[in-house]
């Protein structure tokens, strides 16, 4: 018996139906100053699915415990959903061992948490730390607190008009007293998505590590921090459509291993005598006290929900919805747009002739859409462009070019208000 | 609903556009910052004070509509009147915005600003040049902030 087996011609699809996708997020079903409610906010935080919802109200319903110490069942339910959803990171950052994932509360703690371990013990009076003129507070301020310990100097590597970085200025900022370089993948507040492995190799051919501010990536694109090469990696799990209060730092055992403690406490240690404590090994050495094991394991929910959505398909949808949105908004009369780097994901800044990005806000949120708008933590970014502000329209995997025509028809709204 | 016109009063708007006594003044006796850090609005309110009467007020910096209005209109409120009464009206001013009184007395072109009260969030705005003018008659030194 013969069979001729047809093989259909299985094509992935690049995209998703994202009306189907919106389903999974009960916050959109709703209506903001009776209109259906347009969230163009995803930069500062996003909307959760049902599974992260679902996944926060099983646990307190059904497995509540401390993890890590309990001999009986709870506990240890609660400790296999804990270290699962850390294996889950692992994979979602393609680390290469599950104990280079550290639970934070945030990329502004995990940078913190490198600031204040590895910048100590390293960086001392005259060492430099190198960072961008596009970062955010969290990646600005942890270094400017160690400098001012350590007496030693922040650099800021410069950047162009369309908001990139200018790489030759950028490597000759690196030198024999650069003790880190620290720089976002994707600008908040321009939309940027920095050269990362290029930027590594210039700072490793100098033996210098990178830390790589991943908030705004992370939810955008597949990272891969192996293929960066990058030391460390930050994120913050209510950017990525996971809960507030819960992030993660990657960094590489090596690095890790070498440096001492964040906090003290709980969990983070082998033994303790009044004489003398033994450190944890990893991850733990860096998780003192009990952590907030609802929001992990919400956490490794979401980067579930996005490794079945695919990463890929999510990019794909937010650059369809950034190059509509742009082209759209650049042909409105009077606004400009701030941020056109080429390489570029998920965020839209722009300013209007003659109104404040405030007002702009107000009027938007009367028509349903909720943008950002202000300094966006980033004021030195603002100083950079002249700007006291900027209205700022932030995609996210939901969202719909039906929206965006929404967003247009607000702006024109802003005109006619404001004369 | 709170309507949008509410807010956005076409005198407001005219004000915003073309703000009065829109200058450094240089017989100032007593200068104050007003800073909202959330949104980066930024003004310093200049006041010459003689005999416990303002003489001559002025005011520079950049913000939203709502916020370069109200420091205009204050200033064109303010000439001529003692500071106690210039405190007495941010008390009042600040009642109508903050909306737990709708109809205050003596605040004349001001009530424009009733509709504030609808849009929490804009309040800071309307109240941030008095703020610093209340810290300039204290003399106060620093820059206030509304958070």
């Known amino acids: 018996m013969s069979t001729v087996l047809k093989t259909p011609e299985v094509q992935a699809a690049t995209t998703y139906d994202v009306q189907k996708v919106r389903e999974d997020f009960p916050i959109l079903r709703q209506m903001v100053h009776g209109k259906p409610l347009v969230y163009l906010d995803n930069a500062a935080t996003t909307q959760k699915p049902q599974a992260v919802i679902n996944a926060l109200v099983d646990y307190y319903q059904h497995d509540n415990s401390n993890v890590h110490r309990g001999v009986h069942l709870l506990s240890e339910r609660a400790t296999e959903a804990y270290e699962k959803a850390r294996v889950s990171v692992q994979k979602f950052l393609n680390a290469a061992d599950h104990r280079e994932i550290i639970f934070v509360r945030g990329t502004t703690e995990a940078i913190n948490l490198v600031a204040q371990t590895y910048g100590r013990k390293n960086v001392g009076e005259g060492d430099e730390i190198v960072i961008t003129a596009m970062e955010h507070h969290s990646n600005i301020v942890p270094w400017q607190m160690l400098c001012e310990e350590k007496r030693s100097v922040l650099r800021v590597a410069p950047i162009n008009d369309s908001g990139e970085l200018l790489m030759d200025d950028f490597a000759k900022l690196l030198g024999p007293k650069t003790k880190i370089v620290a720089v976002p993948h994707l600008s908040n507040a321009l939309g940027t998505i920095n050269p ?36 460390f990696y930050a994120i913050s799990g209510h950017k990525l459509y996971g809960p507030t209060g819960i992030g993660v730092l990657y960094g590489k055992t090596k690095l ?92 839209l800044s722009f300013v209007m002739d003659g109104v404040h990005p405030h007002d702009i806000g107000t009027i938007l949120d009367h028509e349903g859409i909720a943008i950002r708008t202000g300094h966006h933590c980033a004021q030195p970014v603002m100083q950079r462009f002249g700007i006291p502000a900027t209205a700022r329209a932030s995609f996210g995997l939901y969202n719909t070019k039906e929206e965006i025509d929404v967003l247009i028809a607000g702006i024109k709204k802003v005109s006619e208000v404001m004369g | 609903m709170a309507d949008l016109r509410d807010l956005y009063q076409e005198v407001i708007l005219e004000h915003s556009k073309a703000p009065r006594n829109y200058r450094v003044l240089q017989s100032a006796n007593h200068k104050a910052e007003g800073f909202n850090p959330l949104c980066g ?57 903050t ?33 610093a003018l209340h810290a300039a008659l204290q003399g106060k030194q620093e820059a206030v902030s509304t958070e």
Not at chain 1, 274 to 282: C, G, I, P, Q, V
Not at chain 1, 291 to 320: F, N, R, S, T, W
Not at chain 2, 47 to 74: H, L, P, T, Y
Not at chain 2, 104 to 131: I, M, N, Q, Y
Request: hydrophobic fraction near 40%; glycine fraction near 8%.
């Open chain 1, 256 to 347: 890790l291993e070498a440096m001492p403690p964040y906090q003290g406490g709980g969990d983070m240690i082998a033994s303790v005598t009044f004489e003398k404590t033994l450190y944890n090994r990893l991850p733990y050495k860096f998780e003192a006290g009990t952590p907030d094991i609802a929001g992990v394991i919400a956490l490794g929910a979401a980067v579930e929900y996005l490794e079945y959505l695919g990463l890929a398909k999510i990019e794909q949808h937010e650059h369809d919805l950034l190059a509509y949105a742009t082209e759209k908004v650049s042909a409105i009369p009077g606004v400009k747009l701030i941020g056109t780097a080429k390489n570029k994901a998920g965020v």
């Open chain 1, 196 to 231: 990362i492995r290029e930027i590594v190799r210039l700072a490793h051919a100098q033996n210098i590590p990178v830390l790589v501010d991943g908030a705004q990536a992370a939810p955008r694109m597949a990272v891969d921090v192996q293929e960066l090469d990058c030391d």
């Open chain 2, 41 to 97: 609005d930024h003004y310093t309110v200049y006041v010459d004070v003689e005999n416990g009467k303002i003489r001559d007020i002025g005011f520079q910096g950049a913000g939203c509509a709502i916020s370069k209005a109200s420091a205009s209109m204050m200033t064109q409120s303010l000439k001529g009147k003692s500071t106690a009464e210039a405190e007495d009206m941010f008390t009042r001013f600040h009642a109508l915005v």
């Open chain 2, 99 to 131: 909306g737990k009184n709708r109809n205050p007395e003596d605040l004349g072109k001001l009530t424009v600003f009733a509709g504030v009260s609808e849009f929490p969030v804009r309040v800071k705005c309307a109240s941030l040049a008095w703020h």
